[in-house]
């Protein structure tokens, strides 16, 4: 089979597992794995260098993560991220190194620490996909987030040095630390000049008059491959400057760093790349599994060992991979309430058994330890039995998750009020009343346009500071009292009628687009014309579906 159709079955099966996911009730990534295992054996057959898949896939994806990943809880909840991807990392790779040696001599110390190091970093969004549209505490997004955007780095500096050691014999701890500051800050270096580059060139078209959304779309989905590739062509940290590049690139960027155009096409760019690339590395990871089982079969064979020891070595690195972040999670927040009462701070993520069992199950493994470890050459040592190994626990670590995350998460304690979008309806009020202030200044401006233009002028001030003080009326009633509506609640007549208006006002819109395809089959416009009107009416249907989906949901009872 050609492999551009390949490609292109693949692209319709990342498309469709979705919603073979939703209709069998199991998580995405678990499913694209079972789906890619049976194209496997149906003959289908991808060989793909594993430099060219690190390139491919993990670049925009980390750069994405980054773009997107809030700010201001990074900060706040920095010590317990950095403590997660640096000491944690050196953790595991060091003690379940130890353990691999322990359970399997006839590995090498330093391949041992090789795997370890290979296995350490996480991969959030595996974990994403167990936990899709169920209710997570936010703080534990947003560490898993920052988690995952780090320790990949530090992993695979890790194992770089690990390989080096078990390849040259030899090993300076001095050396190994000096070269892995230079390696990260030559990799941060090259993602922030790289990304201060695109927005220079980007102002520079815009004052131009040149360039425009799609110029500006094209730019930024480069950014990550150039930063990787400029970074590794460096020596340094390809994957740092990926991260830096995009979390550079929010910061410059800004709200008013591009036009809204600008935003709406690069966003769907981004959304249709992240979905595909995740679903392929899936995909991809359940079309190599078939080979590594026959890779270990062999390997059970030439070694004579029990048909049984590679799945039970598997099942055991998995366990304490799992048992060393329980016991990571529980330092690090052990240390973090220490710091917060000498600093007399408020109290940061709160100690529950479930949250920290969530948080020591979702260190699931996926994409990067795939990739780095079919990096290994074929001459490094016992690199086959490796290579196995790290594909156990990667399925392992996924199936894991799936079973045990559900579990754990449905007994979380959830407030009743989604604190992102109470902060959306303040920051909607303020804007309101900005508007409101705004409007009634233009409206105290002396008269020098005559009589009539002042009254159409005053006519249309007031028209919209009718409409905004009705938007700061509706906004208030929905920001009065805590706790989400209940029946009874003096706030659900209001909650009512924005939907009941939001319902009317989109059925209104595909009435209208009914009509629009009406007089184009008729003749009446062209196409050009009803391109123009139909993109009028799906920018407005997008505004509309963003405040639908802000609303909450209305108790049952009153429904």
Do not use: K
Not at 235 to 243: D, F, M, T
Not at 378 to 399: E, H, K, M, N, Y
């Amino acid at each position: 089979m050609h492999v551009a159709v390949i490609v292109l079955l693949l692209l319709f099966v990342v498309a469709l597992s979705p919603v073979l996911a939703r209709g069998l009730r199991l998580p995405v990534p678990l499913l694209q794995i079972a789906l890619g295992v049976g194209a496997s054996l149906l003959g289908v057959r991808i060989s793909f260098e594993s430099d060219v898949f690190m390139l491919l896939f993990v670049p925009p994806l980390l750069f994405s993560d980054a773009y997107l990943m809030p700010i201001r809880e990074f900060r706040s909840l920095g010590r317990v991220i950095l403590t997660l991807a640096l000491g944690l990392v050196l953790f595991t790779t060091l003690a379940c190194g130890w353990f691999v040696h322990w359970l399997i001599p006839q590995i090498p110390l330093a391949a041992c620490f090789a795997l370890a190091a290979v296995l350490s970093p996480t991969d959030a969004v595996a974990v994403g996909g167990m936990i899709e549209g169920r209710a997570v505490p936010h703080r534990f997004l947003h560490v898993l987030s920052g988690e995952a955007l780090l320790n990949d780095a530090t992993g695979l500096v890790c194992f770089r040095f690990a390989v080096a050691a078990a390849t040259t014999g030899s090993f300076s701890v001095p050396a190994a630390v000096g070269a892995f500051a230079l390696i990260c800050l030559i990799g941060l270096g090259v993602g922030v000049a790289l990304a201060a580059c695109l927005i220079a060139i980007e102002r520079l078209l815009a004052h131009r008059g040149a360039g425009g959304a799609a110029t500006a779309a094209t730019l930024s989905a480069v950014l990550p491959f150039a930063a990787y590739l400029g970074a590794e062509r460096l020596g340094a940290s390809g994957i740092l400057a990926a991260v830096a590049a995009g979390l550079t690139l929010r910061r410059l960027r800004g709200v008013d760093g591009v036009d809204g155009q600008t935003r709406l096409v690069t966003s769907a760019v981004w959304s249709v790349l992240t979905f595909t690339f995740n679903g392929l590395i899936f995909l991809l990871l359940g079309l190599q599994l078939p080979n590594l089982i026959r890779g270990g079969q062999r390997l059970v064979v030439q070694s004579h060992i029990g048909h049984w020891e590679p799945l039970l070595a598997v099942g055991l690195i998995t366990l304490v991979l799992v048992a060393l972040r329980l016991v990571w999670v529980e330092l690090t927040l052990a240390m973090q309430r220490g710091y917060r009462r000498l600093r007399r701070s408020p109290a940061g993520m709160t100690r529950s058994p479930r949250l920290i069992g969530a948080m020591a199950v979702a260190g699931v493994r996926g994409a990067i330890t795939l990739a780095a470890v079919l990096s290994l050459a074929p001459d490094f040592p016992q690199r086959d039995l490796l290579v196995t190994l790290a594909a156990g626990v990667i399925v392992a670590s996924l199936l894991l998750a799936a079973l045990a995350l559900p579990a754990l998460l449905r007994g979380l304690s959830m407030p009743d009020v989604d604190p992102m979008r109470r902060e959306a309806d303040r920051a909607r009020l303020q804007i309101a009343r900005v508007a409101i202030e705004a409007a009634q200044r233009e409206l105290s401006l002396p008269d020098g346009d005559g009589p009539q233009r002042r009254a159409e002028r005053d006519a249309v001030l007031e028209g919209l500071l009718s409409r905004y003080r009705q938007r700061e009326q509706r906004l208030s009633a929905a920001l009065d009292g805590d706790g989400a509506a209940l029946p009874g609640d003096e706030r659900l007549p209001t909650l009512r009628r924005d939907r009941l208006e939001l319902a009317f006002r989109l059925h209104v819109l595909r009435v209208e687009r009914a009509a629009l395809a009406e007089m184009t089959r008729s003749a009446a416009i062209n196409d050009q014309t009803e391109r123009l009107l139909l993109r009028e009416l799906d920018y407005e249907e997008e505004v509309l579906s963003a405040r639908a989906r802000s609303l909450p949901r209305l108790p049952e009872a009153v429904r």
